[in-house]
């Protein structure tokens, strides 16, 4: 058998962390994964896709993970059920998580970047050269192999 699930989208809003009675973290956020396909309008549409995470991995996605930023889940498919208070029954289908990969840095993320503007030590560049930058980077990804990378602390998830 075999129940294994990778996503990558953008988070709906920021992760909401909670502890159980017994002190373990669960994380619950939404990734907006788009459709590889337009619909009839020529736009293109998205699936929302609730991830639930836990203890170590929770904590880190509640840190750093921030409304807008994209993110790789990767998982099993849980349905569960409950009765609501009006006595129906109610199914929920979400993606609990092993592992969460941060796609973009703090400083890169479309929104919710919280008005960092760059790490300590770190320093800026003009737009031409962050252009010719990334323009390197996606013909070579291993360019600069062997050489120092500068990473701010406020990049790092842990």
Do not use: H
């Not at 991830?51 to 569960?80: F, H, M, P, S």
């Amino acid at each position: 058998m075999l129940n294994r699930i990778v996503l990558i989208g953008r988070l709906t809003k920021d992760p909401e962390l909670r502890y159980t009675p017994n002190g373990v973290a669960v994380a619950t956020f939404t990734l907006a994964v788009d459709r590889p396909f337009t619909n009839q309008s020529g736009e293109r549409e998205a699936d929302f896709i609730n991830i639930v995470t836990w203890r170590g991995l929770a904590e880190n996605c509640a840190n750093y993970l921030k409304k807008g930023r994209l993110a790789a889940a990767d998982g099993r498919l849980q349905i569960r059920n409950y009765e609501n208070n009006e006595g129906k029954r109610v199914y929920v289908s979400e993606v609990v998580a092993d592992n969460v990969r941060f796609l973009e840095s703090g400083n890169s993320g479309q929104s919710g970047n919280n008005g960092n503007n760059g790490g300590q030590g770190g320093q800026r560049r003009g737009q031409q050269g962050d252009q010719q930058s990334n323009q390197r980077f996606n013909d070579d990804p291993f360019a600069k192999d062997g050489q120092p990378i500068d990473i701010s602390d406020d990049d790092l998830p842990f």
